[in-house]
Nanobody, 117 residues
Framework: QVQVVESGGGLVQPGGSLRLSCAVS????????MGWYRQAPGKQREWVAS????????KYTDSVQGRFTISRDNGKKTVDLQMNSLEPEDTAVYFC??????????WGQGTRVTVSS
């Protein structure tokens, strides 16, 4: 059984930082790409960042480029999202997904991030 579990969300002031983590079990983690997505209140879920299975290629949506960093540890089967210079517009539920050939195979339950003063 595949499990995808996010953690690390919370309330942070604008300009602050948070580090999200996603732990995966039940699959051969090292062969899959991974992605972070988010869904803001009243909006559709959107892609935030992705990382290839080896970690060599990382991509970001324009709005987080230069502020967020995705990383992975294949030994620990985790993928993290370091979020700096957070803005109120980053407020959302953040989801981690296992990705294969561009399709999301397994989702976590999400972790809520609120950026507010």
């Amino acid at each position: 059984q595949v499990q995808v579990v996010e953690s690390g969300g919370g309330l942070v002031q604008p300009g602050g930082s948070l580090r999200l983590s996603c732990a995966v079990s039940g699959i051969l983690f090292s062969v899959y790409d991974m992605g972070w997505y988010r869904q803001a209140p009243g909006k559709q879920r959107e892609w935030v960042a992705s990382i290839t299975s080896t970690g060599h290629l990382r991509k970001y949506t324009d709005s987080v480029q230069g502020r967020f960093t995705i990383s992975r540890d294949n030994g620990k089967k985790t993928v993290d999202l370091q979020m700096n210079s957070l803005e109120p517009e980053d407020t959302a539920v953040y989801f981690c997904a296992v990705v294969r050939r561009g399709s999301q195979l397994h989702w976590g339950q999400g972790t809520r991030v609120t950026v507010s003063s």
